[in-house]
């Protein structure tokens, strides 16, 4: 008798654990209804990140990473990218692409992206009947670091209108070295947790872990880190957004079949406006020098960015 009481006692407790648990999951899925009908309210815009760093001999400097300008019809018109290899900072390393004035077009179910100051297009996007990015051809004819890159991917997604997996044709080059890591077609797989945040992409030459502070929200956020060029350019045409539905601590970058991260960004100091979009973070990498970043939305007051290359000034006028 006392033996079944005690099974019976083991069957309630497990049957509380697991309804507890479901009540949690339950909540955290409303929790990410809730976040994303936020973000359709609202209708923020990124228009521009920034970054406030000091060189060597401590000078303050600024850097405008991100601009976006509109059409009358709301589409991205004109873009400058400056996007580094890791680091993301003037101060530490090279660029990986840099883009001072693009003219963006849209034709039929493609966006070009074309260098005004070069006259050569640099990337092109292919979209389905959802406006999801399919197809995308990278090239930048080699002005970065005497890198020549050209990179075809192809893109898919889950049930939940997640990106799932980007199979990669991607060909590098350094003059007089020869072809180098990266030529080849890999497989990017992406996962994510059950509220939708991306927790672990899978890239050719190691992987990316994503971690969060799951007491805070918000319902934008401009990153730092780089998964590929093509990946960043299509998150700053809005044409393809990674989830961060929580408040974003850490990115960290393992190899291959090992436990040691080799790279790491870190954020800390967070602000946000009062639709929740991240506007402020202090950002480090591998404990490099902080650099702090800012983020320029227009949530329906018409902001526009007068100058192709405004100064930390101009831009912070922006910035709500």
């Not at 080799?262 to 800390?268: F, G, H, K």
């Not at 100091?269 to 983020?295: A, K």
């Amino acid at each position: 008798m006392k033996s079944i009481l005690r099974l019976l006692a083991f069957v309630g407790i497990a049957v509380s654990g697991f309804t507890s648990c479901k009540k949690s999951i339950n909540q955290q899925e409303d929790q990410r209804g809730t976040v994303a009908s936020i973000s359709s309210v609202n209708g923020c815009k990124a228009i521009g990140l920034g970054v406030a760093v000091k060189d060597s001999p401590g000078d303050a400097m600024w850097e405008n990473l991100l601009l976006k300008w509109f059409d009358s019809q709301g589409k991205i018109e004109h873009l400058k990218a400056d996007i580094y290899w890791f680091y993301q900072s003037p101060t530490i390393n090279s660029r990986a692409f840099v883009l001072d004035y693009g003219e963006v077009t849209h034709v039929n179910d493609e966006v070009h992206v074309r260098d005004v100051l070069y006259n050569e297009e640099v990337f092109k996007v292919k979209l389905d009947d959802q406006k999801r990015p399919v197809i995308s051809w990278f090239d930048h004819h080699g002005r970065s670091q005497s890198t020549f890159r050209y990179d075809t991917s192809y893109y898919f997604y889950n049930s939940d209108n997640q990106l799932e997996s980007v199979i990669v044709h991607r060909r590098d080059f350094i003059g007089g070295f020869g072809y180098i890591g990266g030529a080849g077609i890999f497989n990017m797989r992406f996962q994510y947790d059950p509220v939708g945040n991306l927790v672990e992409a899978n890239v050719p030459d190691g992987m990316f872990q994503f971690r969060y502070d799951y007491t805070r929200t918000n319902t934008g956020m401009v990153s730092n880190y780089l998964i590929s060029v093509p990946i960043k350019l299509l998150e700053y045409l809005d044409l393809l957004k990674l989830n961060h539905h929580h408040q974003l601590h850490d990115v960290i970058w393992r190899p291959p079949q090992s436990g040691y991260f080799v790279l790491y960004w870190d954020y800390s100091n967070i602000e946000t406006n009062p639709f929740g979009q991240v506007t402020r973070y202090d950002g480090t990498t591998n404990g490099s020098p902080i650099s702090t970043y800012y983020t320029a939305w227009d949530c329906g007051g018409n902001q526009t960015i007068q100058s192709k290359n405004p100064s930390q000034e101009e831009f912070m006028r922006l910035v709500h």
